[in-house]
């Protein structure tokens, strides 16, 4: 799932951002949630948009504001990477 999610496939991101989240197969991984969340959020489309933005905002609202501003810029960084992505 996460070498899919790197090839920028929102799906794969998507269902990254819930394995962190509930810690399925993972650590429960709060910020690598959101950040993956942050990763997909640009691509996910109309019908998606605005639960994504939702579930961001959840998720931001449970990290520390420097932390979740880290998250931000890290995500940035990583979808600067072109057409893989290098969050790690």
């Known amino acids: 799932m ?3 999610a790197k090839q ?3 799906e794969a991101q998507l269902e990254l951002v819930q394995a962190y ?9 709060l910020e690598l949630a959101y950040l993956w969340l942050k990763v997909a959020q640009p691509s996910v489309g ?6 994504v933005a939702n579930g961001a905002a959840i998720l ?3 990290l520390a504001p420097e932390v979740a501003q880290t998250v931000r ?3 940035g960084n990583c979808r ?9």
């Open 2 to 4: 996460r070498a899919s």
């Open 8 to 10: 920028g496939r929102t």
């Open 21 to 29: 989240y509930r810690g399925d197969g993972v650590d429960r991984d």
């Open 46 to 51: 109309k019908d998606n948009a605005e639960t």
């Open 60 to 62: 931001e609202k449970m």
């Open 73 to 75: 810029t890290r995500a």
């Open 80 to 88: 600067a990477g072109g057409s893989r992505i290098l969050c790690d």
